[in-house]
């Protein structure tokens, strides 16, 4: 009889939370495969769903935090909003948020890249054994960054293309989760 009692609440939580995972799944998946079927050519358009997406799922975030209120709730919520925010941005001024975006990670990729090259030859000094690949890694994050800084419009796009395989890979995760979340309810209820 314990069993059932300590199963109520979590039954309880997951009936009201697997569509909410669910309606996010979907939405990523979209996003995502519109992304990866057009990456350059529907640039823009691909910057205001971003925009719609963020602040939907934003706000999906929030209503979940609050109507859970379990553990990490406040971060839950607090990532709902931020999301919102990251969302009005990205509508409000979509080319300067492509811009700084591509930039950011130009120069991520620029500075790791540059630290790998220096790390693979004191590791070639030192004599270890994955200097060469440690190298390669350098080599090719330089050469993304320099893409990214030499041609936003080409980052842009494979920027695009890659959180579109990302958002899909994302979707069909939460998809999965609130199904096996809906699941476990149901075999908890019997």
């Given at each position: 009889m314990s069993h059932v009692?300590?199963?109520?609440?979590?039954?309880?939580l997951?009936?009201?939370?697997w569509?909410?995972?669910l309606?996010r799944?979907i939405?990523?998946?979209i996003?995502?495969?519109?992304?990866?079927v057009?990456?350059?050519?529907?640039?823009a358009?691909?910057l205001i769903?971003f925009?719609v997406?963020?602040?939907?799922d934003?706000?999906?975030?929030v209503v979940g935090?609050?109507?859970?209120?379990?553990?990490?709730?406040?971060?839950v919520v607090f990532n709902?909003?931020?999301?919102?925010?990251?969302g009005v941005i990205?509508l409000?001024?979509p080319?300067?948020t492509?811009l700084a975006m591509?930039?950011v990670?130009?120069a991520?990729?620029?500075?790791?890249?540059?630290?790998?090259?220096?790390?693979?030859?004191?590791?070639?000094?030192e004599?270890g054994?994955?200097?060469?690949?440690?190298l390669?890694s350098g080599?090719?994050?330089?050469l993304l960054?320099l893409?990214f800084?030499l041609?936003p419009?080409?980052g842009?796009?494979?920027?695009v293309?890659?959180t579109g395989i990302?958002?899909?890979l994302?979707?069909a995760?939460?998809i999965?989760?609130a199904?096996?979340?809906?699941?476990e309810?149901?075999?908890?209820?019997?």
């Amino acid at each position: 009889m314990s069993h059932v009692a300590d199963s109520s609440p979590v039954r309880s939580l997951a009936t009201t939370i697997w569509w909410l995972m669910l309606a996010r799944g979907i939405l990523a998946l979209i996003f995502g495969v519109v992304a990866v079927v057009a990456p350059v050519s529907t640039l823009a358009a691909l910057l205001i769903i971003f925009g719609v997406f963020s602040v939907v799922d934003g706000i999906v975030a929030v209503v979940g935090g609050i109507a859970t209120r379990g553990t990490s709730w406040g971060w839950v919520v607090f990532n709902g909003l931020l999301g919102i925010v990251i969302g009005v941005i990205a509508l409000r001024y979509p080319e300067t948020t492509l811009l700084a975006m591509v930039l950011v990670i130009a120069a991520w990729a620029l500075v790791t890249g540059f630290f790998a090259i220096f790390g693979a030859i004191e590791g070639r000094r030192e004599g270890g054994r994955a200097w060469g690949w440690t190298l390669v890694s350098g080599v090719l994050s330089v050469l993304l960054g320099l893409l990214f800084t030499l041609d936003p419009v080409a980052g842009a796009g494979t920027l695009v293309l890659m959180t579109g395989i990302y958002a899909v890979l994302l979707g069909a995760t939460w998809i999965g989760v609130a199904l096996t979340v809906r699941s476990e309810a149901r075999s908890a209820g019997r």
